[in-house]
């Protein structure tokens, strides 16, 4: 069985893999940083748009997670890409705040998505970091009742700014 079909991934409309920022741009979403960043917030609808690698993919008898941001442990590294980091910190709070994101599933060395297979994903807090879950686990999952409501309001702050 393949991935996809384990995630239940809508049929494809399109069998053609594209390199993460071209994926990225199909589904209507500018990125900040376009060779670097790995979410984003789709123009046309200010849905948030996460990358996440195949690899990274846990698979249970709940349905699928993925850790999204976790903070940097002590004595992480000097060269982490810090304005990556918080562009997806903020991506996460904002998909929280939503209910959801849609997710690219990267795959293969060259890290390419077919940006017609979205996950639905929904977004939690756990602790200091953030997970994706879809799948059985996603479903089982109640959405905040403030978070459309608080959605619509920083969707407007946006627009208004």
């Given at each position: ?23 990225f ?28 690698r ?5 698979l ?20 982490v ?6 562009e ?12 959801g ?26 602790g ?15 959405v905040?009742?403030f ?15």
């Open positions: 069985m393949r991935l996809c079909e384990i995630f239940s991934v809508p049929p494809r409309r399109s069998a053609r893999r594209l390199p993460r920022p071209l994926a741009k199909a589904q209507g979403v500018a990125l900040k940083f376009p060779a670097r960043s790995w979410s984003g917030i789709r123009c046309d609808d200010g849905a948030v748009v996460i990358a996440m195949e690899g990274d993919v846990q249970g008898d709940e349905g699928c997670s993925c850790l999204l941001w976790a903070p940097l442990a002590e004595g992480a590294a000097p060269w890409d810090r304005p990556i980091r918080q997806r910190l903020e991506h996460c709070r904002l998909a929280v705040l939503h209910g994101a849609d997710g690219l599933l990267l795959r293969g060395a060259g890290a390419e998505a077919d940006p017609y297979e979205l996950l639905a994903l929904h977004v939690e807090k756990l200091g970091e953030y997970w994706a879950r879809w799948g059985a686990a996603a479903r089982s999952m109640p905040p009742p978070a459309e409501a608080q959605a619509e309001r920083l969707h407007e702050a946006r627009i208004a700014a």
